[in-house]
Nanobody, 123 residues
């Protein structure tokens, strides 16, 4: 199973970008979805997560108030709206799925991963 992330690119600091992740091969509505990121030379870290039911979201402290995760079950797609981007947001962004995920997303407990989409924020 491969999740399909897209939407990365080059943006100036203060700008916005929306990432999308399509998951056509899974029963999307029973998976919690999350975004992670990995900057060069750093560990992969949690960014945002949304429960399978869509009513619970979680964010890393570093992105709270700037990033918004949402999902569209009809399109089997999860989104990450990123605003007020900073240079330190530069990373490869990965989406991942957790069976009946409701909270507590980390790199050890996700069931499926997508390939990264690169976000570069110029300062």
């Amino acid at each position: 199973v491969q999740l399909q992330a897209s939407g990365g690119g080059l943006v100036q600091a203060g700008g916005s970008l929306r990432l999308s992740c399509a998951a056509p091969e899974i029963t999307f509505s029973i998976y919690g979805m999350a975004w992670f990121r990995q900057a060069p030379g750093k560990e992969r870290e949690f960014v945002a997560g949304i429960s399978f039911s869509g009513d619970k979201t979680e964010y890393a402290d570093s992105v709270k108030g700037r990033f918004t995760i949402s999902r569209d079950n009809a399109k089997n797609t999860v989104y990450l709206q990123m605003k007020s981007l900073k240079h330190e947001d530069t990373a490869a962004y990965y989406c991942a799925a957790k069976f009946y995920g409701f909270h507590d997303y980390n790199t050890e407990n996700m069931d499926y991963w997508g390939k990264g989409t690169l976000v570069t924020v110029s300062s």
